[in-house]
């Protein structure tokens, strides 16, 4: 029976609440299905660490996790550390030093939670795939002549031939792999005239390898009207990392909380680890109080164990997850419940075995 050695960095804010419920769940289903065990090494890293130390994660903190089969992350950022510091200096760097460059986030309703679209199960279900080494995240830049009336801003987007490819593929890939018939593109080719007309060139190239997939391209703006006026219209969606990072927090609002969305950074290779996460951020606004919504760490978890090769397991959070959903006993305050993340996970992992 294998055992995973997982590393945990729960991070600021809510993540210190979603992750230990997340871990309780991933616990429950590797118990109960009996065909793996999971080994949690918890890091202390984020904001609070930065405060202390200077550094939000300490200059070995790569080298570390490079040991470990998976990381499972929460989120990091607070007030009174700078955004930038707390995503430089952690989550970029995990990102991009591993090489995850397929960032994975699927968008589908749960049973009982409508979204505010009233849409059907049906007409909302797809995958993004967003790149997430490189593009308008990749830091080039600089800036002169601080404070100065002539100040001057830099921030370079990069696109490279491997990068761009790589993930347009994986696109494909998943399409194929999942039977999902489309791959929609979202470009923005009209105004941004280098980068994305040549996003759009290799589109065409990789989407003439898969002639029985349809695929479309939208420019971003029109794209993002989609989601909202077509969205069973949409099977996979790829994007450069800036366009499908808010593309996603737009999915997490159709899903009907941005505390349900999870997703996954790919090293799909497994030369260095993969990293789960929920989408959302550390919600200063609601942190400490018990009342955040595990869902999107707790669906971040089942996609770390289907990662593993941990199907089974996997399967047995998701049902657990969408039955509780389904029933609409309890449920946390941000989808209209007045539960605490404690009763929500409790009931899953109930849930989980009695099914
Ligand atoms: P956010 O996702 O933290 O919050 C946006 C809104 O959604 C808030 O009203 C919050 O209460 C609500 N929300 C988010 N997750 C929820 C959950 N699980 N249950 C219930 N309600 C939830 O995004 P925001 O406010 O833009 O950022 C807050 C901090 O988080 C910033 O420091 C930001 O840099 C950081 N952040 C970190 C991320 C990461 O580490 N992956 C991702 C996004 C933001
Ligand atoms: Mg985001």
Same mark, same amino acid.
């Given at each position: ?12 804010? %809510? ?19 009996? +065909?793996?065990? *999971? +080994? ?30 998976? %990381? ?30 397929? +960032? ?15 849409? #059907?199960? /049906? ?6 795939? @967003? ?19 002539? /100040? ?6 990069? $696109? ?7 993930? %347009? ?6 399409? @194929? @792999?999942?039977? @999902?018939?489309?791959?929609? #593109? ?5 105004? %941004? +005239?280098?980068?994305?007309? $040549? ?6 190239? &990789? ?28 099977? &996979? ?5 800036? $366009? ?31 990293? $789960? ?19 999107? #760490? ?22 657990? *997850? /969408? ?33």
């Amino acid at each position: 029976m294998p055992t995973y050695e997982i590393a945990v960095i729960a991070g600021d804010g %809510i993540g210190q609440e979603v992750i230990p419920a997340g871990m309780d769940v991933m616990d429950a289903a590797a118990d109960i299905v009996g +065909n793996c065990e *999971l +080994n949690w090494q918890r890091f202390d890293w984020g904001c609070e660490y930065y405060l202390r130390t200077g550094q939000m994660m300490p200059d070995t903190a790569l080298g570390t996790l490079a040991q470990f089969d998976a %990381i499972y992350l929460g989120a990091v950022g607070f007030p009174g550390v700078p955004d930038h510091v707390s995503l430089w200096g952690l989550l970029l760097p995990i990102r991009q030093h591993f090489d995850q460059y397929v +960032n994975l986030r699927p968008v589908r309703l749960l049973p009982g939670i409508p979204g505010p679209l009233r849409r #059907s199960a /049906e007409d909302i279900n797809f995958v993004c795939v @967003r790149e997430n080494t490189e593009g308008e995240y990749s830091g080039a830049g600089g800036r002169a002549h601080r404070g100065q009336p002539e /100040e001057v801003a830099v921030q370079t987007a990069i $696109f490279t031939r491997k990068g761009t490819e790589r993930i %347009i593929r994986y696109a494909f890939d998943l399409a @194929r @792999r999942e039977g @999902r018939g489309k791959v929609a #593109s979202a470009t923005k080719s009209n105004a %941004i +005239n280098h980068s994305m007309v $040549f996003w759009d060139e290799v589109f065409d190239q &990789v989407a003439g390898e898969y002639p029985e997939i349809a695929a479309e391209k939208y420019h971003v703006d029109a794209l993002a009207a989609r989601f909202i006026t077509h969205p069973q219209t949409l099977e &996979v969606v790829v994007g450069s990392n800036l $366009f499908g990072d808010i593309l996603t927090d737009l999915g997490g609002a159709l899903q009907g909380s941005l505390g349900i969305p999870a997703s996954a950074n790919l090293r799909p290779d497994g030369r260095y680890p993969s990293m $789960f996460e929920p989408v959302h951020g550390t919600a200063p606004d609601i942190a400490g109080r018990g009342i955040a919504n595990p869902i999107g #760490s707790i669906w971040a978890g089942a996609m770390m164990l289907e990662h593993l090769g941990q199907a089974e397991a996997a399967r047995l959070i998701m049902q657990a *997850l /969408e039955t509780t959903t389904g029933e609409r006993q309890v449920l946390t305050p941000d989808l209209g419940g007045s539960g605490t993340t404690e009763e929500f996970t409790t009931a899953v992992i109930r849930k989980m075995r009695s099914l």
